[in-house]
């Protein structure tokens, strides 16, 4: 069993879904009808076009928080991990703020909107913080668009508070490429790995060609440090 918050409810797998069992209400007979289904490949470039747009300064708060809640909506239809999450929490989609899962599901379900066989890329944990349970949580993708986009404009909007302190005191290097060094396996050697993967879409994206991998088969290398 598992405790969050108030509530205490059973997990078990069948079949390799995970069930809770708790105080639950119905989401999907609750929810207001006038709440339709998202297309979820018109969700994505809605999303996808939110970030860019989040990402050139132009972030608007009202967009955010209606987008929040379509994919909040969107994930109660056909994310059966979340939903049941919600029923035991007692959530109510007419009030905003849903509960956070838990990181154990991420360990014992596989959380997602569509059929897990159908995944194309995951992350796993490196399951340093999973106290004593041995397993690790993992995130599954049938795309890495939306989180490749996320990196890239995220490093957009950091990097223009940069420019202009850089233009001020270097301007020769203001919007320049750099030279990246990554403290970790590359993301051939670790497929899997969130970060390497974050690092590998900026080298290819904002790196000068330059980049350099200092972990190789659990053995560090500087030698690319050296000029």
Not at 21 to 40: E, N, T
Not at 158 to 164: D, G, S, T
Request: with cysteine; hydrophobic share 40%; glycine share 6%.
């Amino acid at each position: 069993f598992m405790r969050a918050g108030h509530s205490t409810f059973f997990l078990f797998k069948k079949q390799d879904r995970l069930s809770f069992f708790g105080r639950a209400r119905p989401l999907l007979d609750a929810m207001d009808i006038s709440v339709k289904a998202v297309s979820m490949s018109l969700l994505r470039r809605e999303i996808l076009s939110f970030i860019r747009e989040t990402g050139s300064g132009r972030f608007n708060r009202q967009q955010d928080r209606d987008l929040a809640r379509k994919i909040c909506n969107a994930q109660i239809r056909r994310n059966e991990v979340f939903r049941r999450w919600c029923e035991s929490q007692g959530y109510q989609t007419s009030v905003w703020h849903p509960p956070a899962l838990p990181i154990v599901a991420f360990k014992e379900a596989a959380v997602c909107s569509f059929r897990p066989s159908r995944k194309n890329s995951w992350f796993e944990s490196t399951g340093t913080t999973g106290g004593n349970s041995p397993k690790t949580s993992c995130h599954r993708f049938r795309s890495l668009d939306l989180y490749e986009a996320s990196v890239v404009e995220g490093w957009k909007w950091f990097l223009r508070m940069q420019n202009a302190e850089c233009r001020m005191q270097n301007p020769e290097w203001a919007g320049k490429k750099v030279a990246f060094v990554g403290l970790m396996p590359s993301a051939v050697k670790a497929p899997h790995s969130s970060l390497s993967r974050m690092i590998e879409v900026l080298m290819r994206t904002f790196g000068d060609g330059d980049e350099f991998w200092c972990l190789n088969k659990g053995k560090w290398n500087w030698s690319g440090l050296r000029s």
